[in-house]
């Protein structure tokens, strides 16, 4: 089926959002925003100016839960619930713009790898209580998998798609340049069509480079036929570092997501 390539780049949440009118000159139809630093949504005059480059532009939007220093699997009470607080606040703040919200799933502290069972069901149960807030202002909380770094959750596409099954308001957003990192490319592909949203970028398979697509070690013509053909959402997000390596993206995406 056709996709919609949107943009996102949480290396410009300091800046001032003059920088997205590039994206809709790009040729993208969305934004995704990073809602942290200066685009955090429950902050009226960042909304403000948000909503005005939205306003002038054609751009549609997705938006990404701010995660610096959350655990929505914390086994500390307080930091647990101020997790929960921020990721529902963004949803809340979220809901007029769109109605796709990615977070960031929790991880094993040290305390908590004493206690990986507690862990998974504070995981649980923060989406249980992100999945109401989503189903109150219409909106669908889309879970990510993450990178090689081993006290993250959701690694693997059956933690992702397990950790979330059933939970009202709770999707899943599959990251392929994350999966890249755990050598997961084709599992997750394999699982496609459970996506409710999708991430796409490039690396050399270790570490999160958030490179332009073409310039990493991910064979776009195999992803993208996949995507394409299995996929049953409407949008990608390219994510990336700037302007010039998003048109390098959008052209390697051109030619392979049909």
Request: proline share 4%.
């Amino acid at each position: 089926m056709s996709v919609k390539p949107y943009f996102s780049s949480s290396s410009k949440v300091w800046e001032s959002p003059e920088w997205v009118f590039g994206i809709e000159e790009a040729g993208f139809s969305g934004w995704e925003i990073s809602a942290d630093g200066n685009y955090r949504l429950e902050k009226p005059a960042n909304k403000q100016a948000i909503c005005d480059v939205i306003e002038s532009t054609g751009l549609a939007v997705t938006v990404h839960a701010p995660y610096a220093d959350l655990n929505p699997a914390s086994i500390n009470d307080p930091i647990w619930r101020e997790s929960v607080r921020q990721i529902c606040s963004c949803i809340e703040h979220a809901a007029d713009l769109t109605d796709r919200v990615t977070m960031h799933p929790g991880y094993l502290s040290p305390a908590g790898k004493l206690l990986p069972e507690k862990v998974w069901e504070q995981q649980k149960e923060a989406l249980r209580v992100i999945g109401r807030c989503a189903c109150d202002h219409g909106v669908v909380a889309c879970l990510e998998n993450m990178i090689n770094i081993p006290e993250f959750l959701c690694h693997d596409p059956f933690e992702l798609l397990g950790i979330t099954e059933g939970i009202e308001g709770i999707g899943t957003t599959f990251d392929i340049g994350h999966a890249n990192t755990v050598r997961k490319v084709d599992g997750f592909l394999a699982q496609i069509k459970n996506a409710s949203h999708l991430h796409i970028h490039d690396n050399h398979g270790s570490s999160d480079e958030h490179l332009a697509l073409g310039d990493g070690t991910i064979n776009w013509k195999k992803v993208g036929h996949a995507i394409a053909a299995g996929y049953g959402g409407e949008v990608v997000v390219i994510e990336g570092r700037s302007i010039e390596e998003a048109k390098k993206s959008l052209d390697v995406f051109r030619r392979w997501f049909v």
